[in-house]
């Protein structure tokens, strides 16, 4: 094997992501006691190296450059594996440690996994955890995520995909919005109701109605004059508040079943639902860190799996 890089490029690697993390070459001269000449010569002798602009540098701040940001998430991650590696032959790997990025979707994230992680950190406290709550789809290696949950499973091969669950799909309304407006016998009914959409926002389309019927899936198309994008749960709070009909997962509306707040609709039609999906990118060493959070979501999320 051709060694690529001596002690001094490893070092200037390692100030390099230190400055990168905390925007500043003097707060990643503190931390690795040196210089913040030191620091800006070792960023120096990469930018020269690599031929690019790392920073944008002006007297009161440093911020990445985009090749910069690429460059540093790759490092940042290379770093991590080097760390994990000697601990895991010396003996020494006792515990995760580092910084764990993840995005999933608003729904998914405040009734099923933001409520975990206190018991995540509680198991592994030197593990700090970057939480990206939105429907919108990341690319991992441009933003560097380690992980994403998402509602469908993806297209690349590079990925790794996992299934936490199936979620129920359950039809509500409010018992004011059905006092005012009647309440729904059967699926012909939603023609003459308010159904609240939500558009997807990968697409631009608004996400059709799933039900049974004689045992098969269909897929029906609703209308409404109410129509949320981005955050599912905006959908849920209008059918709170009276506004009209709305499909969503049970685990959002579970309690305001419980309460009365929300009525269930067309029972027998239901029992539809749709995959919630944990993504990772292939890797031959995935960091300690990492491949434990990926078990502690499957340990306590994953249900309903066939």
Same mark, same amino acid.
């Given at each position: 094997m051709?060694?690529?890089?001596?002690?001094?490029?490893?070092?200037?690697?390692?100030?390099?992501?230190l400055?990168a993390e905390?925007?500043s070459f003097?707060?990643?001269?503190?931390a690795a006691s040196?210089t +913040?000449?030191?620091?800006s010569?070792?960023?120096?002798?990469?930018?020269e190296?690599?031929?690019?602009?790392? #920073?944008v540098?002006t007297t009161r701040?440093i911020?990445? !450059?985009?090749?910069?940001?690429?460059? #540093?998430?790759?490092?940042?991650q290379?770093?991590?594996q080097?760390v /994990?590696a000697?601990?895991?032959?010396t003996?020494?790997q006792?515990a %995760?440690a580092?910084?764990?990025?993840i995005?999933? +979707?608003? %729904?998914?994230a405040h009734?099923?996994?933001l409520?975990?992680? +206190?018991?995540f950190?509680?198991?592994y406290p /030197?593990?700090?955890v970057d939480?990206?709550v939105?429907n919108?789809n990341?690319?991992?290696?441009?933003?560097g995520?380690d992980?994403?949950i998402?509602?469908r499973? %993806?297209?690349?091969?590079?990925m790794?995909a996992?299934?936490?669950e199936d979620?129920?799909?359950v039809?509500v309304a409010s @018992?004011?919005y059905l006092?005012r407006?009647?309440?729904p016998?059967k699926?012909?009914?939603?023609?003459?109701?308010?159904?609240?959409? #939500?558009e997807l %926002?990968s697409?631009?389309?608004?996400?059709p109605w799933?039900?049974h019927v004689d045992?098969?899936?269909v897929f029906?198309s !609703?209308?409404?004059?109410?129509?949320?994008?981005? /955050?599912?749960?905006g959908?849920? !709070?209008?059918?709170?508040?009276?506004?009209?009909l709305v499909?969503t997962y049970r685990?959002?509306v579970e309690k305001?079943?419980e309460?009365?707040?929300?009525v269930e609709?067309? @029972?027998r039609?239901?029992g539809t639902s749709r @995959?919630f999906?944990?993504?990772? @990118?292939?890797?031959?060493h995935m960091s300690?860190?990492?491949?434990?959070?990926?078990?502690?979501?499957v340990e306590?999320l994953?249900?309903?799996?066939?």
């Amino acid at each position: 094997m051709k060694r690529n890089f001596d002690d001094i490029q490893l070092g200037s690697i390692e100030l390099f992501c230190l400055a990168a993390e905390l925007s500043s070459f003097t707060a990643a001269a503190n931390a690795a006691s040196v210089t +913040p000449a030191a620091v800006s010569r070792s960023v120096s002798r990469l930018e020269e190296r690599l031929g690019v602009r790392l #920073f944008v540098r002006t007297t009161r701040q440093i911020r990445l !450059t985009e090749a910069g940001r690429v460059y #540093f998430e790759q490092c940042r991650q290379a770093l991590s594996q080097l760390v /994990d590696a000697e601990r895991l032959v010396t003996g020494e790997q006792v515990a %995760p440690a580092g910084l764990l990025r993840i995005s999933m +979707p608003t %729904p998914y994230a405040h009734y099923r996994l933001l409520p975990l992680l +206190p018991k995540f950190r509680a198991l592994y406290p /030197d593990v700090q955890v970057d939480v990206h709550v939105s429907n919108r789809n990341i690319d991992f290696a441009e933003e560097g995520y380690d992980l994403a949950i998402r509602g469908r499973a %993806p297209t690349d091969s590079n990925m790794i995909a996992r299934k936490l669950e199936d979620a129920e799909l359950v039809l509500v309304a409010s @018992p004011d919005y059905l006092k005012r407006a009647g309440t729904p016998k059967k699926l012909e009914d939603l023609q003459s109701h308010e159904c609240i959409q #939500f558009e997807l %926002p990968s697409t631009g389309r608004k996400i059709p109605w799933q039900f049974h019927v004689d045992k098969k899936e269909v897929f029906i198309s !609703t209308a409404g004059g109410y129509c949320c994008s981005e /955050d599912v749960l905006g959908i849920v !709070t209008l059918a709170r508040n009276g506004a009209g009909l709305v499909q969503t997962y049970r685990f959002i509306v579970e309690k305001d079943l419980e309460k009365g707040d929300l009525v269930e609709l067309l @029972p027998r039609s239901g029992g539809t639902s749709r @995959p919630f999906i944990l993504l990772y @990118p292939h890797a031959r060493h995935m960091s300690l860190r990492v491949r434990t959070f990926v078990n502690f979501l499957v340990e306590n999320l994953a249900r309903d799996v066939s």
